[in-house]
């Protein structure tokens, strides 16, 4: 089992910044990728940005793409993702989830959300 742990969320202006931080404990051994997902009212949960663990190569999707960092800190088993410029649109529960693998299957666990707003 895995657990995560997601601080940072808050209410800002557009145009604003925002740090939002997830830390994994448990068996964490064979960590394929950490990433951040969100999911505003009313919609499905969205893909927001991944890094793999061991290369450090990171995706994101295109409408946080020059804009949102995403980092991770494999000594701390942490991963953090800086929001900037932030958009009312913006505005969703932000997931942090991490997949693992053992013995060729991958598991996913997910953190218990953090609330972002943005206010225009």
């Known amino acids: 089992q895995v657990q995560l742990v997601e601080s940072g969320g808050g209410l800002v202006q557009a145009g604003g910044s925002l740090r939002l931080s997830c830390a994994a404990s448990g068996r964490t051994a064979n960590t394929y990728d950490m990433g951040w997902f969100r999911q505003a009212p009313g919609k499905e949960r969205d893909f927001v940005s991944i890094?793999?663990?061991?290369?450090?190569?990171?995706r994101y999707a295109d409408s946080v793409k020059g804009r949102f960092t995403i980092s991770r800190d494999k000594s701390k088993n942490t991963v953090d993702l800086i929001m900037n410029s932030l958009k009312p649109e913006d505005t969703a529960v932000y997931y942090c989830?991490?997949?693992?693998?053992?013995?060729?299957?991958?598991?996913?666990?997910w953190g218990q959300g953090t609330q972002v707003t943005v206010s225009s």
């Open positions: 989830r991490i997949q693992t693998y053992d013995a060729g299957t991958f598991y996913n666990y």
């Open positions: 890094v793999t663990w061991s290369s450090g190569s990171t």
